[in-house]
């Protein structure tokens, strides 16, 4: 069985390079012989289960040594929501970002709502019929805005 880790570390930095602790758990990723995407609001690992739930201490040590001051990760089989999905399923897509990044979405400061967006995105929400004026209102926002979150973390742009 394939298992998807996203995890990001803190704290964030604005412009130019990575932080250390960035780099250090997406080295250990690197090693442990795991397809890495390591994007500027966190890293996605991915491999067989046992890999990378064996993997999953040392990028947790290499970040914490590397200066992290916290590490959150999630562990998913993958799976994505379909195109065409009932509104709830967005409201509850949503409702799961909120609730990991530990506020409202309209509570978030600008690097968090686009961080949610970037999640939103990653779980398939951009494909739902009218998401980004949704988005918008959640984010407290106007939907240009989203569009411009979109296209900073290499989304799909209208």
């Known amino acids: 069985m394939e298992l998807k880790a996203e995890f990001t570390t803190e704290p964030f930095h604005g412009e130019g390079d990575p932080p250390a602790h960035a780099v250090r758990a997406r080295e250990a ?25 064996d993997a999953l201490p040392a990028i947790a040590r290499a970040a914490l040594s590397g200066g992290a001051t916290r590490i959150t990760l999630q562990v ?7 195109a065409g999905a009932p509104m709830e399923t967005l409201d509850h897509l949503i409702r799961e970002v909120e ?13 968090g709502k686009q961080r949610a967006v970037r999640l939103l995105e990653e779980r ?10 949704t988005v918008a209102e959640a984010l407290g926002v106007t939907r240009f805005t989203v569009y411009n979150y979109l296209n900073r973390t290499g989304g799909p742009d209208e």
């Open 124 to 133: 398939g929400a951009f494909a739902m019929r009218k998401a980004v004026v």
């Open 29 to 53: 990723a690197d090693e442990a012989g795991l397809t890495v995407d390591f994007g500027p609001f966190g890293t996605t690992a991915e491999g067989d289960a046992d890999a990378l739930l």
């Open 99 to 111: 609730l990991r990044l530990g506020a409202r979405l309209a509570d978030l400061d600008r690097a």
């Open 76 to 82: 998913s089989t993958g799976a994505t929501v379909e």
